[in-house]
T-cell receptor, first 116, second 111 residues
Framework: SAVISQKPSRDICQRGTSLTIQCQVD?????MFWYRQQPGQSLTLIAT?????????ESGFVIDKFPISRPNLTFSTLTVSNMSPEDSSIYLC?????????????FGPGTRLTVT | RKEVEQDPGPFNVPEGATVAFNCTYS??????FFWYRQDCRKEPKLLMS???SGNEDGRFTAQLNRASQYISLLIRDSKLSDSATYLC????????????FGAGTRLFVKA
């Protein structure tokens, strides 16, 4: 299995500022993803974090707003830029492919963001 | 139409009841199917994978019907600890590997 940690676990930020969330996996994973989960709703995929290249964004999400880095197979960051109250959500990092033959996707504990 | 649709819920059942969750997916090219469980204020965790032949893990049985693009999860002899949100998850090769989550069905098991 893979254990995923995220920092910070929560934050309260002012509108117009930016926050970078870090995701660390304790083993190499093939793929890493960033999701958003708003209260009472399911997970929405923001992007796939690609090692050493630009992330692949889903419809409705753009690099200028959510820049992502993935310098190696165990670490990724997501920045929420120029925040507004609508960005208040839980942001979850996920890893896939930790073990050959396993199709399980692992999740970090999430970062609870509140924008005032 | 959403790519993955689930029963809206919530389901309120007594202990010992049998409960069934249904899920449909729209992309016939979908490759892998899962049920995840998410407890309140926690991250999702894999409950079980779903195969065409069906699979069972203790009180939990999952079924996949590719022709109907339908997935189910059956929980027998419900326990209080089964109370959670159950997420139907589908992976698709479209545009690269991508995991799509259903909206989830909330289950409350009461004594």
């Amino acid at each position: 299995s893979a254990v995923i940690s995220q920092k910070p676990s929560r934050d309260i930020c002012q509108r117009g500022t930016s926050l970078t969330i870090q995701c660390q996996v304790d083993s190499q994973v093939t793929m890493m993803f960033w999701y958003r989960q708003q209260p009472g709703q399911s997970l929405t995929l923001i992007a796939t974090a690609n090692q050493g290249s630009e992330a692949t964004y889903e419809s409705g999400f753009v690099i200028d707003k959510f820049p992502i880095s993935r310098p190696n197979l165990t670490f990724s960051t997501l920045t929420v830029s120029n925040m507004s109250p609508e960005d208040s959500s839980i942001y979850l990092c996920s890893g896939y492919g930790a073990r050959q033959g396993s199709d399980e996707q692992y999740f970090g504990p999430g970062t609870r963001l509140t924008v005032t | 139409r959403k790519e993955v649709e689930q029963d809206p819920g919530p389901f309120n059942v007594p202990e010992g009841a049998t409960v069934a969750f249904n899920c449909t997916y729209s992309n016939s090219a979908s490759q892998s199917f899962f049920w995840y469980r998410q407890d309140c204020r926690k991250e999702p965790k894999l409950l079980m994978s779903v195969y065409s032949s069906g699979n069972e893990d203790g009180r939990f049985t999952a079924q996949l019907n590719r022709a109907s693009q339908y997935i189910s999860l059956l929980i027998r002899d419900s326990k209080l600890s089964d109370s959670a949100t159950y997420l139907c998850v589908v992976t698709s090769p479209t545009g690269g590997f991508k995991t799509i989550f259903g909206a989830g069905t909330r289950l409350f098991v009461k004594a």
